[in-house]
Protein backbone atom coordinates (compact mmCIF):
# COMPACT_ATOMS: atom_id res chain seq x y z
CA UNK A 1 0.00 0.00 0.00
CA UNK A 2 0.96 3.84 -0.10
CA UNK A 3 4.09 4.54 2.27
CA UNK A 4 5.55 7.67 3.44
CA UNK A 5 8.76 7.13 5.10
CA UNK A 6 10.19 10.36 6.80
CA UNK A 7 13.75 10.66 8.49
CA UNK A 8 15.28 11.98 10.90
CA UNK A 9 12.60 11.40 13.94
CA UNK A 10 14.15 14.25 15.98
CA UNK A 11 16.18 16.94 14.99
CA UNK A 12 18.64 19.53 17.29
CA UNK A 13 19.60 22.16 15.35
CA UNK A 14 21.27 25.69 16.79
CA UNK A 15 19.69 29.20 15.93
CA UNK A 16 20.77 30.48 12.34
CA UNK A 17 21.60 26.75 11.35
CA UNK A 18 19.65 24.93 8.53
CA UNK A 19 17.66 21.56 8.92
CA UNK A 20 16.81 19.45 6.10
CA UNK A 21 14.14 17.02 6.80
CA UNK A 22 14.10 13.61 4.25
CA UNK A 23 11.24 12.09 2.80
CA UNK A 24 10.49 8.93 0.70
CA UNK A 25 6.94 7.85 -0.80
CA UNK A 26 6.32 4.50 -2.50
CA UNK A 27 3.08 5.58 -4.69
CA UNK A 28 4.35 6.42 -7.95
CA UNK A 29 1.11 7.88 -8.91
CA UNK A 30 1.64 10.79 -6.18
CA UNK A 31 1.78 14.50 -7.82
CA UNK A 32 1.27 16.35 -4.21
CA UNK A 33 3.31 16.74 -1.77
CA UNK A 34 2.68 19.50 1.53
CA UNK A 35 4.46 20.16 4.46
CA UNK A 36 3.21 20.55 7.43
CA UNK A 37 3.85 22.56 10.69
CA UNK A 38 2.53 21.15 14.40
CA UNK A 39 2.92 23.09 17.16
CA UNK A 40 2.63 21.82 20.46
CA UNK A 41 -1.20 21.13 21.42
CA UNK A 42 -1.88 22.55 18.36
CA UNK A 43 -3.37 21.56 14.63
CA UNK A 44 -0.92 21.04 11.74
CA UNK A 45 -0.90 23.55 9.35
CA UNK A 46 0.07 23.95 5.50
CA UNK A 47 3.94 25.85 5.77
CA UNK A 48 4.34 24.26 2.10
CA UNK A 49 3.46 22.74 -0.86
CA UNK A 50 5.09 20.98 -4.12
CA UNK A 51 3.38 19.27 -7.10
CA UNK A 52 5.28 16.74 -9.35
CA UNK A 53 5.15 18.52 -12.50
CA UNK A 54 7.82 21.10 -10.42
CA UNK A 55 11.68 20.14 -8.64
CA UNK A 56 11.93 23.00 -6.24
CA UNK A 57 9.53 25.74 -4.58
CA UNK A 58 11.02 28.69 -2.32
CA UNK A 59 8.98 30.30 0.17
CA UNK A 60 11.23 32.99 2.10
CA UNK A 61 13.51 30.59 4.59
CA UNK A 62 11.51 27.68 3.39
CA UNK A 63 12.35 25.51 0.59
CA UNK A 64 11.19 22.04 -1.05
CA UNK A 65 12.79 19.84 -3.52
CA UNK A 66 11.60 17.04 -5.24
CA UNK A 67 13.16 13.99 -7.04
CA UNK A 68 10.51 12.42 -8.59
CA UNK A 69 12.61 9.53 -10.15
CA UNK A 70 14.17 8.30 -6.86
CA UNK A 71 10.94 9.27 -5.44
CA UNK A 72 12.26 11.62 -2.58
CA UNK A 73 11.28 14.78 -1.46
CA UNK A 74 12.67 17.06 1.43
CA UNK A 75 12.36 20.68 3.25
CA UNK A 76 14.69 22.75 3.86
CA UNK A 77 14.55 25.52 6.45
CA UNK A 78 17.64 28.11 6.47
CA UNK A 79 18.40 30.45 9.27
CA UNK A 80 16.25 28.83 12.08
CA UNK A 81 14.61 30.25 14.63
CA UNK A 82 13.40 29.15 17.84
CA UNK A 83 9.37 29.59 17.22
CA UNK A 84 10.54 27.16 13.97
CA UNK A 85 11.00 24.57 17.07
CA UNK A 86 7.79 22.08 16.16
CA UNK A 87 6.46 18.20 14.69
CA UNK A 88 7.07 18.83 10.70
CA UNK A 89 5.08 16.25 8.29
CA UNK A 90 5.87 15.49 4.63
CA UNK A 91 2.54 14.17 3.52
CA UNK A 92 1.52 13.00 -0.10
CA UNK A 93 -1.34 12.61 -1.88
CA UNK A 94 -2.45 11.48 -5.85
CA UNK A 95 -5.32 13.29 -7.61
CA UNK A 96 -8.77 11.25 -7.44
CA UNK A 97 -7.19 8.87 -4.03
CA UNK A 98 -9.07 11.03 -1.80
CA UNK A 99 -6.82 10.52 0.62
CA UNK A 100 -3.71 12.63 2.39
CA UNK A 101 -0.56 9.60 3.32
CA UNK A 102 1.64 11.27 6.31
CA UNK A 103 4.79 10.63 7.26
CA UNK A 104 5.74 9.70 11.02
CA UNK A 105 7.39 13.64 11.63
CA UNK A 106 10.18 15.11 12.65
CA UNK A 107 10.19 16.88 15.98
CA UNK A 108 12.45 19.80 15.25
CA UNK A 109 14.60 21.62 18.26
CA UNK A 110 15.85 24.71 17.61
CA UNK A 111 18.51 25.85 20.20
CA UNK A 112 18.96 29.79 21.10
CA UNK B 1 -14.36 33.10 11.92
CA UNK B 2 -12.80 29.80 12.51
CA UNK B 3 -12.70 27.90 9.17
CA UNK B 4 -12.60 23.96 10.57
CA UNK B 5 -14.37 23.70 13.88
CA UNK B 6 -14.73 20.33 15.81
CA UNK B 7 -16.59 19.81 19.00
CA UNK B 8 -15.58 19.06 21.95
CA UNK B 9 -12.31 19.63 22.68
CA UNK B 10 -11.63 17.52 24.87
CA UNK B 11 -13.61 14.18 25.87
CA UNK B 12 -12.81 12.07 28.75
CA UNK B 13 -15.38 8.56 28.94
CA UNK B 14 -14.82 5.10 30.42
CA UNK B 15 -14.64 1.82 28.28
CA UNK B 16 -17.95 0.81 26.63
CA UNK B 17 -19.48 4.13 26.75
CA UNK B 18 -20.39 5.56 23.19
CA UNK B 19 -19.77 9.10 22.23
CA UNK B 20 -19.98 11.64 19.54
CA UNK B 21 -17.52 14.23 17.68
CA UNK B 22 -19.13 16.97 15.40
CA UNK B 23 -17.05 18.81 12.85
CA UNK B 24 -18.20 21.91 10.63
CA UNK B 25 -16.44 23.67 7.72
CA UNK B 26 -17.46 26.89 6.61
CA UNK B 27 -14.65 27.49 3.46
CA UNK B 28 -17.20 25.60 1.07
CA UNK B 29 -15.07 22.87 0.44
CA UNK B 30 -16.73 19.31 -0.85
CA UNK B 31 -13.93 17.13 0.76
CA UNK B 32 -14.08 15.84 4.57
CA UNK B 33 -12.22 13.53 6.68
CA UNK B 34 -11.29 12.14 9.85
CA UNK B 35 -7.54 11.35 10.96
CA UNK B 36 -6.30 9.99 13.79
CA UNK B 37 -3.40 10.99 15.71
CA UNK B 38 -2.06 8.60 18.12
CA UNK B 39 0.85 9.15 21.32
CA UNK B 40 3.12 9.13 18.81
CA UNK B 41 2.32 11.53 16.52
CA UNK B 42 1.14 9.48 13.83
CA UNK B 43 -1.33 10.91 11.47
CA UNK B 44 -3.60 8.63 10.26
CA UNK B 45 -6.19 8.47 8.11
CA UNK B 46 -9.56 6.78 9.12
CA UNK B 47 -12.24 8.49 6.68
CA UNK B 48 -12.45 11.04 3.32
CA UNK B 49 -15.98 11.81 2.19
CA UNK B 50 -16.51 13.83 -1.00
CA UNK B 51 -20.14 15.72 -1.41
CA UNK B 52 -21.64 13.46 1.57
CA UNK B 53 -20.28 10.26 0.25
CA UNK B 54 -18.05 8.01 1.51
CA UNK B 55 -14.93 7.26 -0.52
CA UNK B 56 -12.34 5.79 2.16
CA UNK B 57 -12.71 3.67 4.60
CA UNK B 58 -9.06 2.66 6.03
CA UNK B 59 -10.45 -0.51 8.16
CA UNK B 60 -11.75 1.43 11.07
CA UNK B 61 -13.71 -1.13 13.30
CA UNK B 62 -17.01 -0.83 12.65
CA UNK B 63 -17.16 0.99 16.01
CA UNK B 64 -16.79 3.93 13.89
CA UNK B 65 -19.59 5.42 11.99
CA UNK B 66 -18.68 9.02 10.01
CA UNK B 67 -21.85 10.69 9.52
CA UNK B 68 -22.15 13.40 6.74
CA UNK B 69 -25.60 15.68 6.61
CA UNK B 70 -24.81 18.16 4.14
CA UNK B 71 -21.10 18.80 2.85
CA UNK B 72 -20.17 21.21 5.55
CA UNK B 73 -20.33 18.65 8.24
CA UNK B 74 -18.36 15.40 9.54
CA UNK B 75 -19.19 13.31 12.47
CA UNK B 76 -18.16 11.11 14.13
CA UNK B 77 -20.06 8.46 16.57
CA UNK B 78 -17.57 5.59 18.13
CA UNK B 79 -19.60 2.92 19.93
CA UNK B 80 -18.07 0.69 22.65
CA UNK B 81 -14.75 3.02 23.62
CA UNK B 82 -11.53 0.61 24.32
CA UNK B 83 -8.68 1.96 25.50
CA UNK B 84 -6.73 2.09 22.44
CA UNK B 85 -9.32 4.71 20.72
CA UNK B 86 -7.47 6.74 23.50
CA UNK B 87 -6.05 9.65 20.79
CA UNK B 88 -6.66 13.00 19.36
CA UNK B 89 -8.61 12.71 16.39
CA UNK B 90 -8.67 15.72 13.94
CA UNK B 91 -11.10 16.64 11.44
CA UNK B 92 -9.90 17.97 8.27
CA UNK B 93 -11.37 19.97 4.59
CA UNK B 94 -9.80 20.32 1.28
CA UNK B 95 -11.43 21.87 -1.55
CA UNK B 96 -11.24 18.92 -3.77
CA UNK B 97 -9.44 15.48 -4.73
CA UNK B 98 -9.56 16.24 -8.25
CA UNK B 99 -7.33 19.76 -7.72
CA UNK B 100 -4.75 18.40 -5.12
CA UNK B 101 -5.23 21.01 -2.45
CA UNK B 102 -3.80 21.14 0.94
CA UNK B 103 -6.00 19.89 4.29
CA UNK B 104 -7.10 22.69 6.34
CA UNK B 105 -7.63 20.84 10.21
CA UNK B 106 -9.74 21.90 12.80
CA UNK B 107 -8.11 22.23 16.48
CA UNK B 108 -8.42 17.96 17.06
CA UNK B 109 -10.53 16.64 19.91
CA UNK B 110 -8.48 14.48 22.52
CA UNK B 111 -9.97 11.71 23.78
CA UNK B 112 -9.16 9.85 26.33
CA UNK B 113 -10.84 6.53 27.56
CA UNK B 114 -10.57 5.40 31.22
Known amino acids: GENVEQHPSTLSVQEGDSAVIKCTYS??????FPWYKQELGKRPQLIID?????GEKKDQRIAVTLNKTAKHFSLHITETQPEDSAVYFC???????????FGAGTRLFVKA | DTAVSQTPKYLVTQMGNDKSIKCEQNLGHDTMYWYKQDSKKFLKIMFSYNNKELIINETVPNRFSPKSPDKAHLNLHINSLELGDSAVYFC?????????????FGNGTRLTVT
Open chain 1, 27 to 32: DSASNY
Open chain 1, 91 to 101: AASRTGGFKTI
Open chain 1, 50 to 54: IRSNV
Open chain 2, 92 to 104: ASSQGDFRNSPLH
